[in-house]
T-cell receptor
Framework: DSGVTQTPKHLITATGQRVTLRCSPR?????VYWYQQSLDQGLQFLIQ???????AKGNILERFSAQQFPDLHSELNLSSLELGDSALYFC?????????????FGPGTRLTVL | AQTVTQSQPEMSVQEAETVTLSCTYDTSESDYYLFWYKQPPSRQMILVIR??????QNATENRFSVNFQKAAKSFSLKISDSQLGDAAMYFCAYTDNNNDMRFGAGTRLTVKP
């Protein structure tokens, strides 16, 4: 157990809908990262937050957004869902903001868009 | 751009034997970090080992060790005394101070009893 928690474990929804994925980092970690793992794209970095502020952006679609709250938990919002958004979404956390910090991953949220 | 290549989509090993998973990367940075993550059927991403590029000594964690060849940009993972629980997807990952973490496509390891 990495200490990173994610809810829900599974999510099934329809095209055009909006969902919110939640992540709580390890105790003491200030950075949260979001990744998408799909069969065709592999593991891709989406976005990083550090202590409530956006720190880095990767291959995140405009339909997706994230935020980190004062208690350091983070939410990833996915809207206008398409079939291709079906994937495993991981949250990871690290102590600091530097990109070379070791990242510890949560168990993931499996999103299925029908 | 920094890329990570795992040329072995699948590998298999007999229980108690040793197996080596390959990873190469491309970068122009001098300071970077390399990781191996394991993803078992549960889908959890588990850190196996970490190597700092400035360290010449190869990292070791129990039965897991790496062969880090900086000049060749190679970072292979050796698993000794393989166990059934080692069966998983293994991902090689790269990061530096200027770029976000990049992952290879993964190697699926099967352990035969």
């Amino acid at each position: 157990d990495s200490g990173v928690t994610q809810t829900p474990k599974h999510l099934i929804t329809a095209t055009g809908q909006r969902v919110t994925l939640r992540c709580s980092p390890r105790s003491g970690d200030l950075s949260v990262y979001w990744y998408q793992q799909s069969l065709d794209q592999g593991l891709q970095f989406l976005i990083q937050y550090y202590n409530g502020e956006e720190r880095a952006k990767g291959n995140i679609l405009e339909r997706f957004s994230a935020q980190q709250f004062p208690d350091l938990h983070s939410e990833l919002n996915l809207s206008s869902l398409e079939l291709g958004d079906s994937a495993l979404y991981f949250c990871a956390s690290s102590v600091d903001s530097v990109k070379t910090d070791t990242q510890y991953f949560g168990p993931g949220t499996r999103l299925t868009v029908l | 751009a920094q890329t990570v290549t795992q040329s072995q989509p699948e590998m298999s090993v007999q229980e108690a034997e040793t197996v080596t998973l390959s990873c190469t990367y491309d970068t122009s940075e001098s300071d970077y970090y390399l990781f191996w993550y394991k993803q078992p059927p549960s889908r959890q991403m588990i850190l196996v080992i970490r190597q700092e590029a400035y360290k010449q000594q190869n990292a070791t964690e129990n039965r897991f060790s790496v062969n880090f060849q900086k000049a060749a940009k190679s970072f292979s993972l050796k698993i000794s005394d393989s166990q059934l629980g080692d069966a998983a997807m293994y991902f090689c990952a790269y990061t530096d101070n200027n770029n976000d973490m990049r992952f290879g496509a993964g190697t699926r390891l099967t352990v035969k009893p």
